[in-house]
């Protein structure tokens, strides 16, 4: 039987590989979609190829984007420095990138209209929610409504399926997921300051999140870090 | 006092000119979001410029983006003809370009963020919505619902509004209404073969429903035609 296609969103960290390990368990035909989008830490797209490969996906594309044009994020506005630490509780990040998961999410469904796929995976979970408005749950299903109602498939009756696997799960409850579905987490690049080659800082926000991740879940922590 | 900013998708055809004049009108400083997104007919990108400064957009942003990668459209993909005539009724025409809308309007809830404008204007309208399903009434109602959750101001309550001032209108209403309020319809391109020069074809769907429009509302069709 062939597989069903779905369209995985891929940035190279620890979440979307781990993501894509799930959807490819789950029976599905990977096709994974990263974006160029004017990144500061530009390596996680170099790892995204690696991860995708090393996963088997059927395909995968990486769209330049230009979502730098409009500022507003640490992520993308070289006037924003990235925080060392954490941001305040309750507050959104700096590192927020406006409206980014529904330009993401568009094209992937841009995409699965195109391949005539139902199903679209994201990588989004309990840790990010608590801070981005575009992790949390009715926002994803919010989305699904629209996109059902969005293309081609959608004027007849659509079953497009927001696929969110790691929506309740810790970093820790991640980690344990992909390294169970034996996905390497060496390849993986979740820094926001990695260098050229995609190793740590080991101080932002997302390198704390993810080695803590590693060490709640009893993991050696694979990443490779600056010096 | 100082007027509300709005994002208002500019194509640089007639639909999106005369939505601008009309957001003008209603006392929005019009901020407007063009996109090359490879289309065939590029002469409508500056036509948009040209739209944008007669009718006093307080910024104009082009940004290229890249929906072409995925084909699945005429206007798009090269390999595929742009229609002479017009599609079977109840067919979506070759033309769609897969879930171009929620990709466009999901960029114009990104700048909205930024600029912290509560209001978006697309100029989608009756005759495209019988078509296109990214062009009804109860597609918009839903973007519109996603888009109040997808933001920062989302968590708190948004009173975001997706503006659809020619959803009713006939391109015979349309053309009737940019007239009132002083559109120059000779700036704008809307031929999907349109030549270097802006001339149209004539020939072409988008052609036919537009120099209509122009004849059922008693205008002269002030379009350039190509020879």
Known sequence: MTKKPAVILLSGGLDSATCLAIAKAEGFAPYCLSFDYGQKHNAELKAAARVAKALGAVEHRILKIDLAGFGGSALTDATIDV????????????????ARNTVLLSYALAWSEVLK???IFIGV????????????????ASFQAMARLATK??????????????L?????????????????????VTCYKADFEGRACGQCEA?????????????????????
Chains 1, 2 share one sequence.
């Open 83 to 98: 925080p060392v630490g954490g941001g305040k509780p309750g507050e959104i990040p700096v590192t927020y990138v406006p």
């Open 117 to 119: 796929a139902d199903d």
């Open 125 to 140: 979970n309990a840790v990010d929610y608590s801070g981005y408005p575009d992790c949390r749950p009715e926002y994803i």
């Open 153 to 166: 498939v959608g004027v007849e009756g659509s079953n497009l399926t927001i696929h969110t696997p790691l």
């Open 168 to 188: 309740k799960l810790t970093k820790a409850g991640i980690a344990q997921k992909g390294t169970e579905l034996g996905v390497d987490y060496a390849l993986t």
């Open 207 to 227: 390198c704390r999140l993810r080695s803590a991740g590693f060490a709640n879940a009893g993991l050696a922590d694979p990443t490779r870090y600056q010096k």
